[in-house]
Each structure stands twice: as structure tokens, then as C-alpha cells.
């Protein structure tokens, strides 16, 4: 989908929601919009225009990236000119990403317009996938499995947690990335029943599992994978919670695909870990969709949640932790098919020992 057809979409919402325009700060939001990469911009999505306020440091590179977009250069304060930009009537923004602050200042500079709050206008039209940003998904991962088999080649060669979390992310960027998707979590033992936990300058011991988070970003587009790693002999307890981690793991994906709530596939792995004991060790959601933000929707979890849709990237993460002790986490990244799902990630999921 073009972003020009993304335009088309969002004024579509508009007409629906009966707003007169719509003032989108999110910059994920914008860049999805208008193309626009930067870190100060404000959107006004229109009838018939879209225009974007940014200053004068993206005056040049602005008007190269936006598709079918006006581009005004405001002061640093891009509410000055915001007025200029916005017509009269029911106006909508976004009210998870303004503050209340921000909300009166748009009053004040917005008079005789009806402000009106609205929640996941663009991020409703985000959540399925087009051709374009699923090739995007599918560079990124491809790159993270490439650092990430290449680690458990080379072991962990007595690298501290951080090191081996610098060295991941180096090797995606000199493959093409742009950077890791988020902070690369690198845990050793007890440290990995922390699920996000902070990779230490403490060396990764033997006879333990050490979880790897890690995912890449190409053009703004996120990947997002966890394997976890044996360095020797392990104790009863983790080798066992392996073995119920990759069954739940994969009795999800296997009921992935269209059709299905959310909460009914966390259920199918909750289901699993719960009947071996350890339910308890499970704490955080199934999953998450991922895309521009590494964490977006559809969210799979026993509260809220949506039903699947084709062109919905998830991912599919049951972990077990035993504090004190060590945890236990694998994740495949998914494309939601007509039939099932694609699973993006191409590392192997059974247990596997590598050297430190």
C-alpha cells in the first residue's frame, strides 16, 4: 500500500468518526502517514490536504521524504503556526500521545475549534501489513538470524552479557541494518529470570541457559526474536522448563491464523505451561504485533485483545522464570496467513549448547 493510499484511508476514518481533520503528533504516526523521518513534526491530516510542521533542521530533508504532503517550516514551538493549518470544526488528536499540557496549549492556539480526543486512529489502519512493510519485516529478520546463528557458532567466548549484546548489533548494522529494534537483552542465569533484563559487564557462566532478545531495524521496520541458550550441563529444573517453553511455543503457532482472539492463543500456551506446574512462572503475555514499533498492536494477552488478521505480524513469546535460578524464553516472529501463519524466523528453536 502506497502512502498515498494510507492518506486516502486515514481521511476514510475521519468521514467515519465525523472529524472535520485530524492533528497527529505520534511521529511513528506521522511517518506512516507522510513518509516524514524526524524528530520534530506535527500532522494535519485534512478533507483534501495533509500538511507537516516541523523547524528548520528538517527543512530540506522533509520536503525529500513526504509523499503528497505540505511541508511548513514553524519555529522549534510548532503549535505557533498550527492555527495556519487547521480548519474549523470538530478536530481530532490524539490523546494518547498529548499531554494535558499540550492539550491546552492546542486549545489556546486553536479558537472556535471543538477539540476532540480520539485513541488508535492510525494505528488501527497499522495493524495489518501491506507487501511493502512485510518485505521490510522479513529484511530485518533475516539479518537478526544471521547475528544471531553466528553467535551460537562462535559461542559466547568468556564475552560479558554486554559485549555480546554490542557485538550483535554490530554485526546487524555491518549486514545493512539500521539498528538493533530495541536494547538487545543478553541474561545469564539467575540474571535470565528477569524478562527484560539488562545485559551486565558480568561474564555468561557455563552450565546455565542464557536468554538472547534481539531483533533488527531496515527501513523503519522492526524484527524481534528470542532463543534461549545452553552453556553446559543444566540443572533438572531449567532443562525441563525447556521443554514445556518450546511445547506451548509451538502448540501457538500452530493455532495462529485469521479468525482466531487473541486471548484464546495466549490461552493455548498458558494452557500448556499451566498443566506441567508451572503456570505460576509464566507472568507476561503471549505476544505482541510488531512492525514501526517493536511493541504495537494486536496484543496477545488474556485481557483486551483482537481477533487475527491476515497481514498482522505477531510475535509468539511464552517464557518461564524461576527467580534466583535462571528463565527460559523462545520467540518466533509471524506473518498471519490466510491458512495459518509464516514464521519468519529461521533459527532453530530446539535446545541448543554453545560454547563460553
Same mark, same amino acid.
Given at each position: 500500500?502506497?502512502?498515498? #493510499?494510507?492518506?486516502? !484511508?486515514?481521511?476514510?476514518?475521519?468521514?467515519?468518526?465525523?472529524?472535520?481533520?485530524?492533528?497527529?503528533?505520534?511521529?511513528?504516526?506521522?511517518?506512516?502517514?507522510?513518509?516524514?523521518?524526524?524528530?520534530?513534526?506535527?500532522?494535519?491530516?485534512?478533507?483534501?490536504?495533509?500538511?507537516?510542521?516541523?523547524? &528548520?533542521?528538517?527543512?530540506? *530533508?522533509?520536503?525529500?521524504?513526504?509523499?503528497?504532503?505540505?511541508?511548513?517550516?514553524?519555529?522549534?514551538? $510548532?503549535?505557533?503556526?498550527?492555527?495556519?493549518?487547521?480548519?474549523?470544526?470538530?478536530?481530532? +488528536?490524539?490523546?494518547?500521545?498529548?499531554?494535558?499540557?499540550?492539550?491546552?496549549?492546542?486549545?489556546?492556539?486553536?479558537?472556535?475549534?471543538?477539540?476532540?480526543?480520539?485513541?488508535?486512529?492510525?494505528?488501527?489502519?497499522?495493524?495489518?501489513?501491506?507487501?511493502?512493510?512485510?518485505?521490510?519485516?522479513?529484511?530485518? =529478520?533475516?539479518?537478526?538470524?544471521?547475528?544471531? &546463528?553466528?553467535? @551460537?557458532?562462535?559461542?559466547?567466548?568468556g564475552r560479558t552479557e554486554a559485549r555480546v549484546a554490542w557485538d550483535?548489533?554490530?554485526?546487524?548494522?555491518? *549486514?545493512?541494518?539500521?539498528?538493533?529494534? +530495541?536494547?538487545?537483552?543478553?541474561?545469564?542465569?539467575?540474571?535470565?529470570?528477569?524478562?527484560?533484563?539488562?545485559? !551486565?559487564?558480568?561474564?555468561?557462566?557455563?552450565?546455565?541457559?542464557?536468554?538472547?532478545?534481539?531483533?533488527?531495524?531496515?527501513?523503519?521496520?522492526?524484527?524481534?526474536?528470542?532463543?534461549?541458550?545452553?552453556?553446559?550441563?543444566?540443572?533438572? *529444573?531449567?532443562?525441563?522448563?525447556?521443554?514445556?517453553?518450546?511445547?506451548?511455543?509451538?502448540?501457538?503457532?500452530?493455532?495462529?491464523?485469521?479468525?482466531?482472539?487473541?486471548?484464546?492463543?495466549?490461552?493455548?500456551?498458558?494452557?500448556?505451561? #499451566?498443566?506441567?506446574? $508451572?503456570?505460576?512462572? +509464566?507472568?507476561?503475555?503471549?505476544?505482541?504485533?510488531?512492525?514501526?514499533?517493536?511493541?504495537?498492536?494486536?496484543?496477545?494477552?488474556?485481557?483486551?485483545?483482537?481477533?487475527?488478521?491476515?497481514?498482522?505480524?505477531?510475535? /509468539?513469546?511464552?517464557?518461564?522464570? +524461576?527467580?534466583?535460578?535462571?528463565?527460559?524464553? @523462545?520467540?518466533?516472529?509471524?506473518?498471519?496467513?490466510?491458512?495459518?501463519?509464516?514464521?519468519?524466523?529461521?533459527?532453530? =528453536?530446539?535446545?541448543?549448547?554453545?560454547? /563460553?
Amino acid at each position: 500500500m502506497s502512502i498515498a #493510499a494510507r492518506q486516502g !484511508r486515514i481521511r476514510e476514518e475521519l468521514r467515519g468518526q465525523g472529524l472535520d481533520a485530524v492533528v497527529v503528533t505520534d511521529l511513528v504516526n506521522i511517518r506512516y502517514l507522510s513518509g516524514f523521518v524526524g524528530s520534530n513534526g506535527v500532522l494535519v491530516v485534512g478533507p483534501t490536504s495533509l500538511v507537516l510542521l516541523t523547524d &528548520s533542521r528538517y527543512a530540506t *530533508a522533509a520536503r525529500d521524504q513526504v509523499t503528497d504532503t505540505d511541508v511548513v517550516i514553524a519555529g522549534r514551538d $510548532l503549535l505557533d503556526r498550527l492555527a495556519e493549518t487547521v480548519p474549523r470544526g470538530r478536530v481530532g +488528536f490524539e490523546a494518547e500521545n498529548v499531554t494535558v499540557a499540550r492539550r491546552d496549549r492546542l486549545a489556546a492556539r486553536l479558537e472556535g475549534v471543538d477539540l476532540v480526543p480520539t485513541a488508535g486512529i492510525v494505528e488501527g489502519l497499522r495493524v495489518v501489513k501491506d507487501p511493502g512493510e512485510l518485505d521490510l519485516i522479513r529484511d530485518a =529478520t533475516r539479518i537478526a538470524d544471521a547475528a544471531l &546463528s553466528e553467535l @551460537i557458532t562462535r559461542g559466547f567466548a568468556g564475552r560479558t552479557e554486554a559485549r555480546v549484546a554490542w557485538d550483535l548489533e554490530g554485526a546487524m548494522r555491518d *549486514a545493512g541494518a539500521e539498528g538493533a529494534s +530495541f536494547d538487545i537483552i543478553v541474561a545469564g542465569g539467575a540474571h535470565g529470570a528477569l524478562p527484560h533484563a539488562v545485559p !551486565r559487564a558480568v561474564a555468561v557462566p557455563p552450565d546455565t541457559l542464557v536468554v538472547v532478545d534481539m531483533g533488527a531495524r531496515v527501513g523503519g521496520y522492526a524484527s524481534d526474536c528470542t532463543r534461549t541458550l545452553c552453556t553446559g550441563t543444566l540443572p533438572r *529444573a531449567l532443562e525441563e522448563a525447556y521443554a514445556v517453553c518450546l511445547e506451548a511455543q509451538r502448540a501457538a503457532l500452530a493455532a495462529c491464523r485469521p479468525g482466531v482472539h487473541s486471548g484464546d492463543l495466549d490461552s493455548v500456551a498458558r494452557g500448556v505451561i #499451566a498443566d506441567a506446574g $508451572l503456570g505460576e512462572h +509464566f507472568g507476561h503475555g503471549l505476544g505482541h504485533g510488531v512492525g514501526l514499533d517493536i511493541h504495537e498492536r494486536p496484543w496477545l494477552r488474556q485481557e483486551g485483545g483482537e481477533v487475527l488478521k491476515t497481514g498482522m505480524v505477531v510475535t /509468539i513469546e511464552p517464557g518461564i522464570y +524461576f527467580e534466583g535460578v535462571g528463565g527460559v524464553r @523462545i520467540e518466533d516472529l509471524a506473518i498471519v496467513t490466510d491458512d495459518g501463519c509464516e514464521v519468519l524466523t529461521g533459527v532453530p =528453536t530446539d535446545l541448543t549448547t554453545t560454547t /563460553i
